[in-house]
């Protein structure tokens, strides 16, 4: 393992603007996750690395075959690498991510192919683990059925599925509050998120063929200042600060992002779920 992480240490984890996913879009119709990107923010996930490492606590990495749906920038792919997996791929249909991903992932003898989510290609029953975050909550309840599926289906029998998502809360919120929140958070991060309640992801996984393991849930803090000097460092803190004051077109874009969190910010979570395929 060791040899692997030396490994790793000499790949250039170094991500230019010109290198991100969208660059080429004006902030005005740029993704929301995106624009946080541009900024310097690198943990893009609901319940920050918090949740991130709580959930993978729970999934046994060292010596498994692992997939990763959407690895983004790479910071869960580090966490899952320094494991010591016998194979990782990852997945994603976005041609920058591959970029930034694939060296990454041949410092291990891994790789990372251009596909969706929802058809792989790869083999049946042919990993250990799948790990998806920040990706199932942008699609439509359909689009997260065809990936739950893709995971079942490329997953060995009692292999786990792991996912971070957006929540919503109580379980018992009421559906006039629900289509408020996701009207508002699409106009606001330019994606049709359809967040959940944690009985909704529950059920969903559920009905896919898998049963629960564990699940947790942590504050959807990802523009609050405790959230982001625990994730990004103060260094990186310093960063966003300062690229927000000096990019107005940006700042416009996390000021609608953050009214909408403020607004809702007791209903919205970050919820993780670690799940079992049923044999």
Known sequence: MNDRMNERSKVDTTITESQLPQA?????????????????????????????KRMLAHTPLAGKRVVEFAPGLGRTTRLIL?????????????????????PLAASVGGTCIRADASQTGLPDGSTNMVIGEAMLTMQSERGKRAIIGEAHRILRPGGLYAIHEMGLAPDDLDDSVKDAI??????????????????????????????????????MALLKMRRNLADEGVGGVLCIARNVLTHADLRT??????RVFNTYGDALTGIAFVVRRKD
């Open 82 to 102: 320094n494991a010591g997996p016998v194979a990782y791929t990852g997945v994603d249909r976005d041609e920058q991510v591959v970029k930034i991903i694939g």
């Open 24 to 52: 080429g879009r004006d902030a005005e119709h740029m993704q929301g996750h995106w624009v946080l990107a541009r900024l310097g923010k690198r943990v893009l996930r609901p319940g920050g690395e918090k949740l991130t």
């Open 253 to 258: 874009r996390v000021l609608q992002m953050r």
């Open 182 to 219: 996701r009207k508002d958070l699409a106009r606001a991060i330019k994606v049709n998120a359809r967040p959940l309640t944690a009985v909704e992801w529950r059920e969903l996984l559920e009905s896919e063929g898998f049963e629960v393991v564990w699940s947790g849930v942590e504050p």
